[in-house]
C-alpha cells in the first residue's frame, strides 16, 4: 500500500522476480521545496505540497516522467497483461443484457455488445398487465438486432461516450408519463454532472441542460417538473432544486439549502409515489423534509428534527389500510430499530417499533410494498433478506415475518431492483467467492422463488473446482475478525508429512464508514486462482460487516483497531499455514488505501508486496483543511485536527506520510487519478516521493490515469486493462508472473 526474493521460491518451483537481473531505469528526481505550517504547537515541514498545484506544468510533468518509469519498470510485464485481459475477456459473454425489470408499461433493462466498451439502455412494453414474469431473448441476440420484440432504445452509451476519454452515466429517470428520461453524464472523472432530457416519442433532446449536478435527477408525481442537488466548492451537495420542463436552469427554485457543512444532501421519491423526500445527512445524525409529489409548488415540512447522533431514514408504507411512514432509526440502541409514525411531522416520541432493536442483528434498510415490506439486515458478518408480509385487515398489519435464505458458508443475498410498489414479486441477488452472481424473483405469496439469471462464465467455469472458507483472527485486544477466503481445491499439494503447502495470497482491506465488504465473486479473479494463488478479504473494524459497533469500534479514537486487525488477519493466514509473509500481497483502496500506507509502516515485514489505490495516505494535510471535499463532513469519522489537538496528534500517529521512516517497505504500487475529487491525486504522489527519499531501498510505483476519477478509467475494456495492469504486477511480486494459467484449467 522480504524486498528482494531473488531465491527459488519454494512453493512453486518457479524463480522469484530478481530486480538485479535486468537494468533498471531511475525513478524521476522531485525537488524539494519544504513549507511548514504549526498546529497546537505542533509544526510540520512538508516537502512536496507544491504538487497540489494541479494546473502548474511542472507537476504534469512529474506524473508523467512517473507513468514512464513504471512503465518502464513493469516492461517485462507486457505479455502477461495482454494474457490476463484476453483471459477477463475471454470468460466474459460481451453480447448481453440484464434482466429486465417492470416499471408500471414497460419492462426496462441494460445490454452489452462485443467490441462496445460501453452498453445501452433498453425497454419494450408489458404484453400481460397481470404477469410479473421478465421475457427473455429466445438466445443471444447479436449487436445489430434487438434483443426482445418491440426493443426501444432509449440511450446509446457509446455514442454519448464519443470524443471522450472519460465517460460515465450518472442517475436516469423515466417521468411518471413513461415519455420523458432525464439522465447525468461526467465526461471528465470529477463527479459533476450534466442532466439533458430525451422526449422518447421523437428521440430528440429538449432544451433543457443542467450543469453541476451530483447524481441524476428525482420526478415528481408529474411529467411537468424534477428535483435535482447541486454541489458548493467543496464538492458537498448542498441544496436541492425544482427544475420545469422547459425551462433553464438559471429560473430554477431553490427547495432547501443545507448551511450546516457536516451534512450533505439528496432527494428521492417513496415507492408508493406519495411524497418526495430529502434527506439531510452528516455522519451520525439525520434529518428528512418531505413533500407532496403532485405538488409542483410545494414546500417543504421536516419530519423530525435532528439529534445529533440520531439517524433515521424514512419511506411511505400502508400498514393496516393505515398510510404511515417506516422509520429505521438508531434512537433506541446502535443495530436500529424499525418503527411507524403517522405521515406528519413527528417528534421521537410518536414512533411505535416495529421490530425492536436487537444487538446481534443489524437492520441496514427497509423498502416498502403494496403488500409486503423488504428488510435488509446483517447477522453473522453477511447480509440477508427479510420480508413481512402484510394483511389490510390485520390489527397489526404484519401477519408474517420470514428470511431469504440460500445454502453456502459465505452466502451474500441482498434485494436487487423493486421499483414498483405494487408488484408481488421481490427480486434478490446471491453470490459468493464461488457462485458467479444470480439473481432471483421471489412470488411473495407462495415464496416460491425463480431463478432468472445467473452471470455466465465462459469457458466452462464449475465452483466445484474452488473452495470457500470463513476463518476468524484474533486481534491483539482480543476481538476476533473474520476472514472470507477461496483457493483452487488443488492449489495446495499436500504432502503426507507436513500437510498442505501454503500458497501466494492476496488480501484485500478496506475499513471504514461502515461499508462492508461482502464475499463476492470476480471473473477477473479467476486467473488469480488458477495460477495457484489465495484470494482472501480481511473483514477489519471501521467496515460494517458485523453490525454498527464494529465500525464504531474502527473509528476516531479507535482508528489503530483497522490496521491491527489486517496485521493479525496476515499473521493468522501465516500462523494456520495458508502462506508465509513474503507470498502475501496487500491491497486496499481509497480508505483501503490509508489502510494500505498504514499496514507499511507499522508491518512491512508481513508483506511481499502492497498495492494501494486511490490511496487516502496523506491525511492529516485533508483533515487540516475545510476547503477540501469531504474534510468537514468526515470530521465524525476521523476527528477534526484543526481544532482538536487530541485528534490531530491521533491522526499524526498514524498517517501513512506522516510516518514514512528508513524501514525495509515491501514493494509498492500506488495507483490514482488525475481527477479525483475524493482522493487528490496529491496524496499518492506526495507518498511516494516521500518513500524514496526517506527510505533509499524502497522500491515504489505511481501510475497516475490522466484522465479519469476515483472509480478509475471508464469503458469495461480499459477497466479490463488496468485490471490486468495491477494483477500481473501481483503475480510478479509472488513469483507467478512467469507461471501460465495451465491449459485443463482455461478449458474449465
Known amino acids: 500500500?522480504?524486498?528482494?526474493?531473488?531465491?527459488?521460491?519454494?512453493?512453486?518451483?518457479?524463480?522469484?522476480?530478481?530486480?538485479?537481473?535486468?537494468?533498471?531505469?531511475?525513478?524521476?528526481?522531485?525537488?524539494?521545496?519544504?513549507?511548514?505550517?504549526?498546529?497546537?504547537?505542533?509544526?510540520?515541514?512538508?516537502?512536496?505540497?507544491?504538487?497540489?498545484?494541479?494546473?502548474?506544468?511542472?507537476?504534469?510533468?512529474?506524473?508523467?516522467?512517473?507513468?514512464?518509469?513504471?512503465?518502464?519498470?513493469?516492461?517485462?510485464?507486457?505479455?502477461?497483461?495482454?494474457?490476463?485481459?484476453?483471459e477477463i475477456k475471454s470468460r466474459?459473454?460481451?453480447?448481453?443484457?440484464?434482466?429486465?425489470?417492470?416499471?408500471?408499461?414497460?419492462?426496462?433493462y441494460g445490454r452489452s455488445f462485443e467490441g462496445r466498451?460501453?452498453?445501452?439502455?433498453?425497454?419494450?412494453?408489458?404484453?400481460?398487465?397481470?404477469?410479473?414474469?421478465?421475457?427473455?431473448?429466445?438466445?443471444?441476440?447479436?449487436?445489430?438486432?434487438?434483443?426482445?420484440?418491440?426493443?426501444?432504445m432509449l440511450l446509446d452509451l457509446d455514442q454519448l461516450a464519443d470524443g471522450h476519454e472519460f465517460f460515465s452515466l450518472g442517475g436516469s429517470s423515466i417521468s411518471p408519463d413513461d415519455r420523458l428520461l432525464a439522465y447525468a453524464t461526467d465526461v471528465v472523472g470529477d463527479e459533476r454532472y450534466t442532466v439533458r432530457v430525451k422526449d422518447l416519442t421523437t428521440g430528440e433532446l429538449l432544451g433543457d441542460e443542467l450543469t453541476g449536478v451530483l447524481g441524476g435527477a428525482t420526478w415528481g408525481a408529474t411529467p411537468d417538473h424534477f428535483y435535482y442537488s447541486t454541489i458548493d466548492e467543496t464538492w458537498r451537495p448542498d441544496k436541492i432544486w425544482r427544475h420545469r420542463i422547459g425551462t433553464d436552469q438559471a429560473s430554477d427554485e431553490l427547495v432547501l439549502h443545507e448551511p450546516d457543512?457536516?451534512?450533505?444532501?439528496?432527494?428521492?421519491?417513496?415507492?408508493?409515489?406519495?411524497?418526495?423526500?430529502?434527506?439531510?445527512?452528516?455522519?451520525?445524525?439525520?434529518?428528512?423534509?418531505?413533500?407532496?409529489?403532485?405538488d409542483p409548488t410545494a414546500e417543504p415540512w421536516c419530519f423530525a428534527e435532528r439529534e445529533e447522533g440520531v439517524e433515521y431514514s424514512l419511506d411511505h408504507a400502508v400498514i393496516g389500510g393505515e398510510d404511515t411512514f417506516l422509520v429505521l432509526h438508531n434512537a433506541s440502541g446502535a443495530e436500529f430499530e424499525l418503527?411507524?409514525?403517522?405521515?406528519?411531522?413527528?417528534?421521537?416520541?410518536?414512533?411505535?417499533?416495529?421490530?425492536?432493536?436487537?444487538?446481534?442483528?443489524?437492520?441496514?434498510?427497509?423498502?416498502?410494498?403494496?403488500?409486503?415490506?423488504?428488510?435488509q439486515q446483517r447477522s453473522d458478518g453477511l447480509p440477508r433478506v427479510r420480508i413481512l408480509d402484510l394483511d389490510p385487515d390485520s390489527p397489526r398489519g404484519i401477519v408474517d415475518d420470514w428470511l431469504v435464505e440460500f445454502p453456502g458458508e459465505l452466502a451474500t443475498s441482498g434485494a436487487g431492483s423493486n421499483p414498483t410498489f405494487e408488484q408481488p414479486t421481490?427480486?434478490?441477488?446471491?453470490?459468493?467467492?464461488?457462485?458467479?452472481?444470480?439473481?432471483?424473483?421471489?412470488?411473495?405469496?407462495?415464496?416460491?422463488?425463480?431463478?432468472?439469471?445467473?452471470?455466465?462464465?465462459?469457458g466452462g467455469y464449475d465452483p466445484a473446482d474452488y473452495e470457500e472458507h470463513r476463518l476468524w483472527a484474533t486481534a491483539p485486544d482480543g476481538a476476533r475478525v473474520p476472514i472470507s477466503l477461496v483457493v483452487r481445491k488443488d492449489a495446495r499439494s499436500a504432502d503426507p508429512e507436513v500437510g498442505a503447502a501454503p500458497v501466494p495470497l492476496l488480501l484485500y482491506g478496506y475499513g471504514a464508514y461502515e461499508a462492508s465488504i461482502d464475499p463476492y465473486f470476480s471473473v477477473a479473479r479467476l486467473s488469480l486462482l488458477d495460477r495457484g494463488a489465495a484470494f482472501a478479504i480481511a473483514h477489519v473494524r471501521g467496515g460494517g460487516e458485523l453490525g454498527r459497533h464494529w465500525y464504531d469500534d474502527g473509528k476516531l479514537a479507535h482508528k489503530q483497531h483497522t490496521f491491527d486487525d489486517f496485521i493479525a488477519c496476515a499473521r493468522h493466514l501465516v500462523a494456520t499455514g495458508w502462506t508465509t509473509p513474503d507470498l502475501i500481497v496487500a491491497e486496499g483502496a481509497s480508505a483501503g488505501g490509508l489502510l494500505m500506507g498504514a499496514i507499511a509502516n507499522q508491518a512491512p515485514e508481513a508483506f511481499g508486496g502492497i498495492v494501494a489505490g486511490v490511496p487516502f495516505v496523506d491525511i492529516l494535510t485533508t483533515m487540516l483543511d475545510a476547503t477540501l471535499p469531504l474534510t468537514v463532513t468526515e470530521y465524525d469519522e476521523w476527528g477534526n485536527p484543526e481544532a482538536d489537538?487530541?485528534?490531530?496528534?491521533?491522526?499524526?500517529?498514524y498517517s501513512p506520510y506522516d510516518n514514512v521512516a528508513d524501514l525495509p517497505y515491501p514493494p509498492i504500487l500506488a495507483e490514482t487519478s488525475l481527477n479525483d475529487t475524493r482522493v487528490l491525486y496529491v496524496e499518492p504522489a506526495k507518498w511516494v516521493a516521500r518513500l524514496r527519499a526517506t527510505a533509499p531501498g524502497a522500491d515504489v510505483l505511481l501510475r497516475t490515469e490522466m484522465a479519469a476519477g476515483h472509480g478509475g478509467v471508464s469503458g469495461r475494456y480499459r477497466a479490463w486493462h488496468d485490471r490486468a495492469f495491477t494483477l500481473a504486477w501481483i503475480l510478479d511480486r509472488m513469483g507467478l508472473a512467469a507461471v501460465g494459467t495451465p491449459p485443463e484449467h482455461r478449458a474449465r
Open 426 to 458: 421481490v427480486r434478490v441477488g446471491m453470490t459468493s467467492m464461488i457462485e458467479p452472481a444470480s439473481v432471483y424473483d421471489i412470488d411473495v405469496r407462495t415464496r416460491e422463488r425463480t431463478l432468472l439469471k445467473q452471470a455466465p462464465v465462459l
Open 92 to 108: 466474459t459473454l460481451e453480447t448481453d443484457l440484464s434482466v429486465p425489470t417492470r416499471v408500471r408499461g414497460y419492462w426496462y
Open 339 to 375: 418503527a411507524t409514525a403517522p405521515p406528519r411531522p413527528t417528534a421521537r416520541t410518536g414512533w411505535t417499533p416495529l421490530i425492536a432493536h436487537d444487538r446481534g442483528v443489524r437492520l441496514e434498510d427497509v423498502d416498502a410494498f403494496a403488500t409486503h415490506l423488504v428488510v
Open 261 to 294: 457543512a457536516r451534512f450533505w444532501v439528496g432527494v428521492g421519491r417513496t415507492r408508493s409515489r406519495r411524497y418526495v423526500v430529502i434527506a439531510a445527512s452528516a455522519k451520525n445524525t439525520s434529518e428528512y423534509h418531505v413533500l407532496d409529489a403532485a
Open 645 to 653: 489537538p487530541e485528534a490531530y496528534d491521533l491522526i499524526a500517529s
Open 1 to 86: 500500500m522480504p524486498v528482494d526474493r531473488g531465491t527459488p521460491d519454494t512453493v512453486t518451483g518457479v524463480p522469484a522476480p530478481d530486480p538485479q537481473a535486468r537494468p533498471l531505469a531511475e525513478p524521476p528526481v522531485l525537488e524539494r521545496r519544504p513549507v511548514s505550517a504549526s498546529y497546537h504547537g505542533r509544526t510540520r515541514t512538508d516537502d512536496y505540497e507544491w504538487l497540489r498545484a494541479k494546473d502548474d506544468p511542472a507537476v504534469i510533468a512529474h506524473l508523467e516522467a512517473e507513468n514512464d518509469y513504471t512503465q518502464a519498470r513493469t516492461a517485462h510485464l507486457a505479455d502477461l497483461r495482454q494474457q490476463l485481459f484476453d
Open 117 to 152: 466498451q460501453y452498453g445501452a439502455s433498453c425497454r419494450v412494453a408489458v404484453t400481460d398487465p397481470d404477469s410479473w414474469t421478465p421475457p427473455r431473448p429466445a438466445e443471444a441476440a447479436r449487436p445489430d438486432e434487438p434483443a426482445l420484440p418491440g426493443e426501444e
